[in-house]
Nanobody, 114 residues
C-alpha cells in the first residue's frame, strides 16, 4: 500500500491548513485512515483518524481545531487544522490500517510562523 501526503508548507499563526493523503488503493480496503505528526526532537504524535464507517476520533490536544474527512472517489483523505500555532510545526504523516498493519506516507512538512 502506497500513501502520498501533500499540502504542507509555510503558514502564518492563526491560519489554517488542509493536507491530503492519496493512495492507489480503494479506501474500502482500510480499517481506518489517520494522521500523525512529529515535531523536531519529539516522538510521533497521533492527531486523529477516520474509521471505515465514517466515524472520527481525535487526540485531546487538537480536538476542536481539526477535522478529518475523505473522498472515496478520489482515493483521498484530508486533515484540516485551524488556528495554527508555532507549536503545530511538524512533519505530518498519513497512515492507513489494513488489519493489524499500519502503512505510512512519506510525510509533509508544515511550518507555522509567528
Amino acid at each position: 500500500v502506497q500513501l502520498q501526503a501533500s499540502g504542507g508548507g509555510l503558514v502564518q499563526a492563526g491560519g489554517s491548513l488542509r493536507l491530503a493523503c492519496t493512495t492507489s488503493a480503494s479506501l474500502s480496503r482500510f480499517k481506518s485512515m489517520g494522521w500523525y505528526r512529529q515535531a523536531p526532537g519529539k516522538e510521533r504524535e497521533f492527531i486523529g483518524r477516520i474509521i471505515a464507517n465514517g466515524m472520527t476520533d481525535y487526540a485531546e490536544s487538537v480536538k476542536g481545531r481539526v477535522t478529518i474527512s475523505r473522498t472515496n472517489a478520489k482515493k483521498q483523505w484530508y486533515l484540516t487544522m485551524e488556528n495554527l500555532e508555532p507549536e503545530d510545526t511538524a512533519t505530518y504523516y498519513c497512515s492507513a490500517a489494513v488489519g493489524a498493519t499500519l502503512f505510512w506516507g512519506q510525510g509533509t512538512l508544515v511550518t507555522v510562523s509567528s
